[in-house]
């Protein structure tokens, strides 16, 4: 934790050495509104979607870096010293700074020349806008005359064309500076709303007024990067500052840019706020509501009962699942940080970060349907409208668009998993909210029929039995959930084992959904599928001490022992588990296999030993570097995945072991570089020389999961059709923990004692005191229920 810490009760993460390895982000939003802000001021805005609807330009891989973003320049006009409001863009005195990053806000705190600031970034629930609160103080002990100068790069519309056809796209851009309403507005009189790339014209404009503005009187403005940037200058010291040469002139061309820039008078000790806001107006509706918009933030109360009703939304959210372990930093990512990322990685939907442009991929159908599981427990409604959405990109042979975008357009790559995830998030959600009558709900597939969304689930039934191999697996096709093994099919098909285990897994659970809703004439038809599948994996695919990944087009085994390179993947070890299959020996034997060959300091690795000779015939996987992403890197998201298999094998010691190695903040922050307060997409493993290194955070289902398989197999309290489950898998030497959880509108509040000194088991459960068979408390129509539980063996 060399950058920084979490706040005493968890809830901020505090960096104190802003210089950190690479940019640390957050996310702010509204589900309409989003932003990205970095502990330098960096990051993107955008309405909507980040490829239609970019408001500010954000470059990915830049000199110098995390440029641009939502910078705050200093000047004192007496000495003429510059400096920004956050460490970068001017990046003087490193230790001035503070970063506080919380749950939908980002806060700089800085002390210099005299002045203590800070800012404030947020976007309220209720308005397409970001506010920037900027409170300064003087320390100095004389009077200040400062000028303070708000500055973005607007991008305005579609943000590839802005990106690769800028020599033309630039000269639709309008920008004007509104005295009256003291604020500065730019659109874009060209909008491309296609998806992928092409030659056609559309005639129109893009659908939105950006305004930036201030409560302070605008004293000066700037329009353009040159003007206020120079040629041959960048961020760090803007020309228009420096030289007080801003033109107050408007544009209709070139780079756009908000620049605007307001005078501060400070006595000693005054403070006085400041408060600039970036939003959008709808171009339909601009002059009936551009006067209410920019002024709607212009006091420093309207500003601060929208930053409460934010926090409010948060801890509305939390709220519905808490737990207090032995284990303090546990207890902080389990409560707080692992929830809020996978519900940021729902809402925002895996498209824009740091490391991501938000440009070219639109929603992923898995991606989706796992992220889903994130917001079943705290909003059902919310995941009842993803289920639906998913459902439209289905067709009605089972077959459904990789990568889609909400107004239609979407793509097929004939990935062999993609149908069968939308079982999961029907199955989850009907678990969590008792809803069974969304079974009966027609949706549209995308090829134009109808159908309701039990005809969903087994549109994707006929896909798992119709998309068959020699072994009678599912045909590789492009991929399956590891989209790295993309050349396996080849012409011939191929067979993912993975895939088969998976299909099996989610059969099972439409399976159990059957049997609660009563629709036994339908069980049979999922039963034969799935037993045909289990028969084969277990027939042509153990390879003496674990579970082959795949076979391709000519026959020839991948994951096998007989394997130079990728004798072992870890997905084929933990999903026979998942997917119940009949032999214990062996899933203890698979899962032995990963802790011998796979595991390392920084959790298992993805498969190995990595490939250090490319093979046409298996794909990406081999190009890759070793160490790193698919190829041998400790990849967190199926590591979830072994964590649950090993609680359902009853081995919490060996389960809450990788889930530690996992946390983000395990590691070295100068080795580990990724933010350490959120998950990674991989971890490099001890196959290369940067053994440690993080990349890819934030948009990563391993979030969602972990969220769940912690609170649903660690601690052991889930959802089930006909109420709640108890069913602890935890380190042996846990005494006692906790849980809060709020079912179908009931509160429960659970209390575990562990006197034996147990990994597994439930001796005695009591709910309000009456002590009741089984481990299943039954749907209860109480506010608040008390549960009582003892762990051992009966």
């Known amino acids: 934790m060399n950058y920084g810490k ?31 802000i970095s502990n330098n001021g960096g990051g993107i805005s955008y309405y909507k979607s980040p490829l239609h609807g970019r408001i500010t330009r954000y470059r990915i891989n830049d000199v110098p870096h995390d440029r641009p973003g939502k910078f705050i320049y200093v000047k004192d006009e007496e000495t003429k010293d510059i400096w920004s409001l956050t460490w970068q863009p001017v990046g003087k005195k490193r230790d001035a700074y503070k970063i506080i990053h919380g749950f939908g806000y980002t806060k700089s705190e800085a002390k210099l020349k005299g002045i203590k600031s800070s800012v404030l970034f947020f976007v309220p629930q209720d308005a397409d806008c970001e506010i920037w609160k900027t409170t300064l103080t003087n320390k100095s002990g004389k009077r200040r005359k400062l000028t303070l100068t708000a500055y973005v790069e607007f991008a305005l519309g579609h943000a590839m064309v802005d990106i690769i056809n800028q020599c033309d796209d630039q000269h639709f851009n309008r920008v004007y500076f509104d005295k009256g309403l003291n604020s500065l507005f730019a659109t874009k009189t060209y909008w491309v709303t296609a998806t992928m790339g092409t030659q056609q014209q559309e005639n129109k404009e893009w659908d939105q007024w950006a305004y930036f503005t201030s409560n302070y009187k605008v004293k000066e403005y700037e329009t353009m990067r040159e003007r206020f940037i120079g040629n041959y200058r960048n961020e760090n010291n803007p020309i228009a500052i420096e030289k007080d040469s801003f033109t107050n002139m408007d544009t209709d ?54 930053f409460e009703l934010l926090k409010k939304e948060w801890e509305n959210y939390f709220a519905y699942t808490s737990v207090k372990t032995p284990d303090e930093q546990a ?21 824009a970060s740091f490391y991501y442009w938000g440009i070219s991929r639109g929603f992923g159908f898995r991606d989706t349907a796992q992220d889903t599981i994130a917001v079943t427990i705290s909003n059902p409604e919310k995941a009842k409208e993803r289920i639906c959405l998913l459902a439209r990109q289905m067709f009605s042979d089972g077959r459904a668009y990789h990568h889609f975008y909400k107004d239609g357009q979407g793509e097929l790559t004939k990935h062999a998993d993609d149908p069968l995830w939308f079982i999961l998030a029907v199955t989850d959600y009907i678990k969590q909210s008792g809803d069974e009558a969304i079974l009966d709900r027609v949706e549209p597939f995308a090829d134009g029929k109808e159908g309701t969304i039990l005809d969903h689930l087994f549109a994707a039934v006929n896909f798992a039995r119709n998309n068959s191999g020699a072994h009678s697996l599912p045909v590789f096709g492009r991929g399956d959930w590891n989209d790295t093994l993309d050349y396996i099919g080849g012409e011939k098909g191929g067979e993912s084992v993975w895939a088969g285990m998976f299909y099996a897994a989610m059969l099972n659970y439409l399976k159990e959904l059957l049997i609660s809703v009563n629709r036994p004439e339908r069980i049979e038809e999922v039963e034969s599928v799935r037993k045909k599948l289990a028969q084969s994996i277990e027939e042509h695919c153990w390879d003496g001490e674990w579970y082959i990944r795949a076979f391709d087009g000519d026959n020839n085994k991948i994951g096998t022992n007989e394997n130079k390179y990728g004798k072992i993947f870890i997905n084929t070890q933990s999903w026979p588990v998942i997917a119940e299959l009949p032999s214990k020996e062996r899933l203890i034997k698979s899962l032995d296999s990963v802790k011998k060959e796979l595991d390392t300091e920084f959790g298992p690795k993805i498969c190995a030993p990595a490939f250090r000779e490319i093979n046409p015939r298996i794909g990406l996987i081999t190009r890759c570097v070793w160490g790193k992403k698919e190829n041998g890197a400790v990849f967190c998201h199926p590591t979830t995945w072994l964590i ?9 010691n060996r389960a809450f072991e990788y889930y530690k190695k996992l946390l983000p903040n ?54 089930a059709y006909g109420g709640l489950i108890i069913d602890p898998v935890v380190p042996a030497d846990w005494n006692e923990f906790s849980c809060q959880r709020i079912f179908r509108g009931t509160k429960y509040m659970i209390s575990i ?22 481990n299943i408390i039954p749907v209860s129509k109480k506010k608040k229920c008390k549960v009582e539980v003892v762990m051992g063996n009966k």
């Open 6 to 36: 979490f706040s005493r009760d968890g809830k901020e993460f505090i960096i104190e050495n802003v210089e950190t390895p690479t940019p640390w982000i957050n996310y702010l939003y509204n589900g309409r509104y989003f932003a990205t």
């Open 253 to 306: 061309y070139g780079n756009s840019v908000g620049a605007i820039k307001i005078e501060v008078e400070l006595e000693p000790g005054e403070t006085k706020d400041i408060i600039f806001t970036l939003g959008v107006i709808e171009k339909e509706k601009f002059e009936e509501l551009k006067n209410d918009t920019v002024n709607k933030f212009s006091t420093v109360e309207a500003v601060d009962s929208a």
């Open 331 to 351: 207890n902080i990512f389990m409560n707080y940080w692992t929830p809020y990322q996978a519900k940021v990685a729902y809402d925002v939907g895996r498209v």
């Open 644 to 652: 649950q298999a090993e609680t359902i094998m009853r081995r919490g």
């Open 666 to 719: 395990a590691v070295d922050g100068d080795v580990f570089k990724a933010e350490p307060y959120v998950y990674s997409q991989y971890i490099t493993s001890d196959e290369h020389e940067s053994a440690g290194r993080a990349s890819h955070s934030w948009q990563t289902g391993t979030a969602a999961w972990m969220f769940r398989v912690c609170l649903d197999h660690i601690i052991g309290v889930r959802a």
């Open 753 to 774: 004692v562990n006197p034996d000194k147990v990994e597994s088991g439930v001796k005695k459960i009591t709910v309000d005191g009456e002590e009741i068979e089984g």
